[in-house]
């Protein structure tokens, strides 16, 4: 299976890796927008293309993975590229998909290709979980909690902060909430009960602290509905301790069984990770595979991983997924 | 959706009760090898006839779930009913897992149906869980834990003692392998250290009791590579403290990602049932949906739930989950 990433960001780098740990895939062709030769890739004897360039080489991938970000990149590029190869994205603004997905659809249809959005693990892997625990648990309540992990979005919220020169946002989720729903208590929780906040915080010389921190325990959205705290560090002790992308987090439904729902349950899936693109980037491999697959079977349009059953995700067969990991 | 129920025992009661609490469902008729007229099923207005006269009924059931024993019962009935319906079961020993599936897609296939195996939690969402895992993380290791539970195939073994009469085992993971595990530090861990094995019993007026505990706990397979607890209680302890059936487990991987792997990924399932057939049973009519909307797609033979897309599972339609759940 012959790969193309689109972007060479974090993600696209993760793409790459993961290329590199499935032996049935093959890096095809890096696409930038930034200028070719200046970017350099881990794989040897690759070749790094002009954006412009992919209908070029369309015949040369069987699936292209776009690695670009949800705010602006994805909405264009999903389905303009839609139309030349194969899709995949993890496009994750939630309330959007419904759109991103009809937009995507329409062209994948008309040009016979098979297109995946919104793969990773949120959306992605704790969508799945979601899902099939509501099918099992119709009577139920659901539960997602983030962390311990770096938020992109909250870190970049406070670097753009007066007098902040860098920063880093870990999202926690609060331990005793968690325990709670694990034994399945049922509770009704606030933002501020389920996860705080910490920030550990770069400011510049002779920057008003107070203020900065004033500033970011009251920012609307971000930080004011959370138990905000503020960690002022050197440059050098950010460099070192939280130059990471860790991420994760817990996905629950709590839910009644019997006739007269005189059982609980609880079902619980969690993901600790190192870094969080090289896992988002692995999810996206193993759906690759599939969107390659229903694309042989002449299976088009967009789908999601709602519609994908799981044996498509793996290069083994069905003589040997039942065998083994039924 | 109309059920069908084929054998009235916990499973089946299980399977009854689901259906009252799925909307779409309704019980059709309930099959059984007893005297109809000898059992009493919750469900109001609903037929009880014998196995012998399912071919009768047949185009009054969408799905027929069988709920007999994995032993001999389903081997020799999910073959034989696939000639006159849909059917689902639960088979779960997981070796004969090829050949059960062999001889069930033949009969499905030659009559149209759709029939799906190895339905429940193990094998069923744990399978899952292991094979979504080993897909996104193909360098990495599997942990499966089973408890804390009531093994009914153990608590049949100490029943079947002299001096016993009656008793229950419950199977428990052992919490610091758990956290190992969780803790991503890979431990090779023996049997022993796994799980230990906790027993119930209420031993015969004048039983040798230091022989019943040697008996239990020298037994070969079931015992003799545990630790086990033995505990002797009144007839009335065992009835008020240990009637329930409650069961869950617990499924990993943990795995590496990154160029040099140099990242590490835990990925943990997990399941708290107060109720093994309650939980087993709402599986089973999720997938009945699924069973039965492939059959009216034309997708026949016998699948697993490897082979069933999430979104099959759900009432909803794929524009609500996409809005919804992902």
Not at 262 to 287: G, M, Q
């Amino acid at each position: 299976m012959k790969i193309g990433i689109l972007g060479y960001g974090n993600l696209g780098k993760g793409v790459e890796c993961a290329i590199k740990n499935n032996a049935d895939c093959e890096l095809a062709a890096v696409f930038t927008r930034r200028d070719p030769s200046s970017v350099k890739i881990l794989t040897e004897g690759v070749p790094v293309y002009k954006v412009e360039d992919i209908e070029a080489h369309k015949d040369e991938i069987d699936v292209l993975v776009l690695c670009g970000g949800s705010a602006t990149d994805l909405p264009k590029q999903t389905p303009e590229y839609a139309k030349y190869c194969n899709v995949i994205d993890s496009f994750d603004t939630h309330a959007k998909i419904p759109e991103h997905f009809a937009n995507v659809d329409k062209v994948a249809k008309e040009n016979g290709h098979t297109a995946l959005i919104s793969c990773g693990w949120d959306p992605g892997m704790f969508s799945l979980n979601r899902l099939y625990a509501n099918c099992i648990l119709p009577d139920g309540k659901d539960y997602t909690f983030w962390g311990k992990g770096v938020s992109q979005g909250h870190s970049d919220a406070i670097r753009r902060i007066e007098g902040v020169k860098d920063g880093k946002q870990y999202t926690i989720p609060v331990e005793s909430a968690l325990e709670s729903v694990r034994k399945g208590e049922n509770p009704d929780l606030t933002t501020r009960q389920k996860h705080t906040r910490e920030c550990f915080v770069v400011a510049e010389e002779g920057a008003d602290l107070a203020k900065i921190e004033n500033e970011i325990k009251t920012m609307p959205n971000y930080f004011a509905d959370y138990d905000t705290t503020v960690h002022f560090i050197s440059e050098e002790e950010l460099k070192r301790d939280h130059s990471g992308i860790p991420h994760g987090g817990f996905v629950f439904r709590t839910g009644k069984t019997g006739w007269n729902k005189e059982y609980n349950n609880v079902i619980e899936y969690s993901l600790k990770l190192d870094s969080n693109p090289a896992f988002t980037s692995s999810v996206l491999i193993a759906y690759a595979r599939a969107v390659y697959r229903l694309n042989k079977e002449g299976s088009n349009g967009c789908k999601t991983v709602f519609d994908i059953a799981p044996a498509y995700l793996s290069p083994l067969s069905g003589d040997e997924l039942r065998a083994h990991l039924l």
